[in-house]
């Protein structure tokens, strides 16, 4: 029972839902699962790499100066399509959510080298992600987003990487505070 005299009221369920679903959430940002979250590996000069964490987290959708209205409208499209593409049932947690959670960070670590690689466009950093050459410019977001690979299911930019991580988060979150629900 919550005690009223605390005002911080550290037993409110709401809260530890709310941690929960933090962590559920960065699990699935790229980004998290490494030592280098900003991607500096990328760069020639690591101390004067843009902040690439910054811009896949926030940037497009929060910026004062330069609101992106085009690219968020791409973005919410994108994310709509990943949720229907990402049926419940497809990112409900098994038996074991350690382990699940060692899957998800290792699916969401896989998508590092396009982040990688498309901060090195957008940048106009010469090189290679191996051997970075050179100063970067300035940071374009927007060749940062549309910036797409090959890979086995087809083209992925960063556009439809981050569409398909935070839809991948959005359906294990609500999974996991279902299980959590059911199990209390």
């Not at 550290?10 to 809260?15: I, Q, S, T």
């Not at 500096?40 to 811009?55: C, I, L, T």
């Not at 957008?122 to 374009?140: C, K, L, R």
């Not at 569409?163 to 629900?181: E, G, I, K, M």
Request: with cysteine; glycine share 4%; hydrophobic share 35%.
């Amino acid at each position: 029972m919550p005690d009223p005299a605390n005002e911080k009221n550290e037993d409110n369920a709401l809260r530890w839902a709310g941690y929960l679903s933090h962590y559920v959430q960065d699990n699935c940002q790229p980004q998290h699962a490494t030592a280098d979250y900003k991607s500096v590996s990328y760069f020639a000069d690591k101390r004067k790499a843009p902040n690439v964490h910054s811009e896949v987290e926030w940037r497009m959708n929060d910026d004062e100066k330069q609101p992106f209205p085009q690219l968020r409208a791409d973005y919410w499209e994108a994310l709509q399509a990943s949720l229907a593409a990402l049926t419940p049932d497809k990112a409900k947690p098994g038996d074991d959510l350690w382990l699940d959670t060692l899957k998800i960070s290792d699916h969401s670590y896989q998508q590092l080298p396009l982040i990688g690689l498309a901060a090195m466009h957008a940048a106009g950093q010469a090189g290679t992600p191996e051997n970075p050459t050179g100063p970067a410019g300035a940071f374009d977001t927007e060749k940062f987003f549309r910036f797409s690979i090959d890979t086995p299911q087809g083209k992925l930019s960063v556009l439809q990487m981050k569409a398909n991580q935070q839809a991948l988060a959005v359906r294990r979150t609500a999974a996991v505070l279902r299980r959590a629900w059911d199990e209390a």
